[in-house]
């Protein structure tokens, strides 16, 4: 809840205009009070949960020729009654764990300094702070990620998770509730080490969920705007750790590459990729054609299962 009962008070404290941002913020939360706006989060969970995979559940409904020579792995075909079993279970771990999770966290919000007045960051700020939670979450998680690959972690919780060796949009969080607190750490600790505005902090789990629903979604669309990201790892790239499954040993990071290329996990990914490429220059000098470039430069037609 804002400290001020009118505009013309919040001009004065600030020393300057409102921005217009400022304006719509201020008439919309001036007399909400805090732990309603962080209880915003769960809104935008379940809206972005089940808006974004809707996208991929189209094209992978429609069958479209032009379309599936981005599915990833091909020969798994999702029917609309294995999308709403997934949406169903996922929605009950988000009624039955995720919500009550983010009302009693509040507290905990507080005490990180996470604020929700005026004046909102600049453009900027907000871009460097994304930058910090998504390194920092990517980090962590990656350790995370390896640990529930242990015996014991992979069967008491992550084996969840692994059911769909083929991902889909909907499957992004489709995971042991406990997983689902414990990954909840790693995305809370970049607001919680360099807290800001409210604002912020909404919209880095919303592009969280969003990107986890990317590289969950099956595809490998060569028109996505995350190709233009450095380091990024994508569909093809996480697709593969479920693909292999159990015996997993490659690929646990979430969203860059660099922790999987530093610690050496990620050599199970590129010796696939190779073998691959191998595979199809035989076939293409069989044939009288010879293909030049290197696995970094396959496409994602070229790395479907076999």
């Known amino acids: 809840m804002l400290p001020y009962q009118n ?16 304006k719509l913020w201020f008439n919309y939360s001036a007399s909400k009070p805090d732990y309603l706006l962080h209880y915003h989060n769960i809104l935008f969970l ?3 949960y089940s808006t974004a995979p809707l996208p991929y559940m189209f094209i992978e409904l429609s069958r479209s020729k032009k379309i599936e020579k981005h599915k990833i792995q091909s020969k798994v075909k999702n029917s609309f009654q294995d999308m709403l079993k997934c949406y169903k279970d996922v929605m009950r771990t988000f009624i039955v764990v995720v ?35 998504f390194l920092i979450e990517d980090y962590t998680s990656y350790w995370v990620h390896r640990l529930l690959h242990s015996n014991w972690g992979y069967e008491k919780i992550h084996h969840l998770h692994h059911e769909y060796s083929a991902p889909m949009g909907f499957a992004a969080p489709y995971a042991h509730w406990s997983e689902i607190l414990i990954l909840g750490v790693p995305a809370f600790l970049g607001p919680a080490l360099v807290p800001g505005h409210i604002t912020n902090y909404w919209l880095w789990f919303v592009l969280r969920q969003v990107e986890a629903i990317e590289i969950h979604s099956g ?88």
């Open 219 to 306: 595809y490998d669309l060569s028109w996505s705007p995350t190709k233009f990201i450095p380091f990024y790892g994508g569909a093809e790239y996480h697709d593969y750790h479920h693909y292999v499954g159990r015996r997993s040993q490659s690929n646990f990071a979430s969203v860059f590459t660099y922790c999987d290329y530093l610690y050496g996990t990620d050599k199970g990914y590129r010796s696939h990729k190779s073998i691959i490429l191998r595979k199809m220059e035989e076939t293409l000098e069989r044939n009288g054609h010879r293909r030049e470039g290197s696995y970094n430069s396959m496409t994602s037609q070229d790395f479907k299962s076999e």
């Open 99 to 133: 919500g009550p999770f983010q009302l009693f966290s509040y507290p905990l919000i507080k005490l990180t300094g996470i604020r929700t007045g005026l004046p909102l960051p600049s453009g900027w700020e907000m871009f460097w702070q994304l930058i910090v939670y």
């Open 46 to 48: 379940v809206l972005i």
């Open 7 to 22: 505009l013309h008070q919040a001009e004065a404290a600030l020393g300057r205009e409102l921005t217009v941002a400022e």
